[in-house]
Nanobody, 115 residues
């Protein structure tokens, strides 16, 4: 089992940037993949970005070119750099870590894009 703690959310104007962090309570080497999903009010939770243990990345079409996912194995942390934010990016962002048999989730961090 691992605890995942997200941080970095907040209120930002359209066109602005935020960097989300997901700190794990133990080494992240063993996870096949880590990443971020998001859930807007009244909508399902959707994949935003994934990074594998080998460093391969995958992004939702809606965020390609604007968001960048990265991982720091030494710090047991995954990051999501979000640029050129739009109102439709407003959601609760959840970090996850996928192991062999279990996927762990964080509690989420709110991102609000509004003028």
């Amino acid at each position: 089992q691992v605890q995942l703690v997200e941080s970095g959310g907040g209120l930002v104007q359209p066109g602005g940037s935020l960097r989300l962090s997901c700190a794990a309570s133990r080494s992240i080497f063993s996870f096949n993949a880590m990443g971020w999903h998001r859930q807007a009010p009244g909508k399902q939770r959707d994949l935003v970005a994934t990074i594998t243990s080998g460093g391969l990345t995958n992004y939702a079409t809606s965020v390609k070119g604007r968001f960048t996912i990265s991982r720091d194995n030494a710090e047991n942390t995954v990051y999501l750099q979000m640029n050129s934010l739009k109102p439709e990016d407003t959601a609760v962002y959840y970090c996850y870590a996928r192991g062999v048999a279990v996927t762990n989730w964080g509690q989420g961090t709110q991102v609000t894009v509004s003028s």
